[in-house]
């Protein structure tokens, strides 16, 4: 069973991982906006991602048989001003959520929460692999600079993402 207390802090986690997704979305529309289709495509992957993250809290509150809470989402921002702008955005995003997420497990701790620390290790680790593919994009832009050719073939790349949920999660 888990406090009443985590279980606030796990429904508004449920909120920002939504609030993340209507962000990439968001990211999305824009690279579409300037006809990179690839970079487009990378970011619905990664609101399927964070559709995801979200479900896997909301199970794991009924789980605890506790009830879920769905609540409105904050407005993404809608303008970026280039490609470099919309991946750094989505990089600091990230290290945003990593510490969220660290704070989650400190009430964990607190709390000798045992259960929510082993599904929080989960979403912990997950964040090095997040961080690591923003910054690693981020870099790849920034080396290739508004090189046309260059452009193209990491938009080309990027469309092949597809998302596949770990086979033995919710
Ligand atoms: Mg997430």
């Known amino acids: 069973m888990i406090s009443e207390k985590m279980t606030e802090k796990l429904n508004d986690q449920i909120k920002h991982e939504l609030y993340s997704g209507h962000l990439y979305l968001s990211m999305a529309a824009y690279c579409a906006s300037i006809d990179l289709d690839g970079f487009s495509n990378f970011f619905v992957v990664q609101e399927q991602e964070e559709r995801f993250h979200a479900m896997k809290f909301f199970h794991y509150i009924v789980e605890q048989d506790k009830d879920v809470k769905i ?24 290290q945003k959520v990593t510490k969220r997420l660290y704070d989650l497990m400190n009430l964990a701790n607190e709390e000798k929460d045992f259960a929510t620390q082993s599904l929080l290790k989960w979403f912990i680790d997950e964040q090095v692999e997040e961080e690591a593919s923003m910054l690693g994009l981020l870099k790849k832009v920034k080396l290739v600079g508004d090189k046309g050719q260059g452009i193209f073939m990491l938009d080309k790349e990027l469309a092949e993402r597809t998302f596949a949920p770990p086979a033995a999660e919710k």
């Open 71 to 94: 609540f409105g989402l904050d407005q993404p921002e809608t303008e970026f001003d280039s490609l470099e702008a919309v991946i750094d955005a989505a990089w600091k995003h990230e």
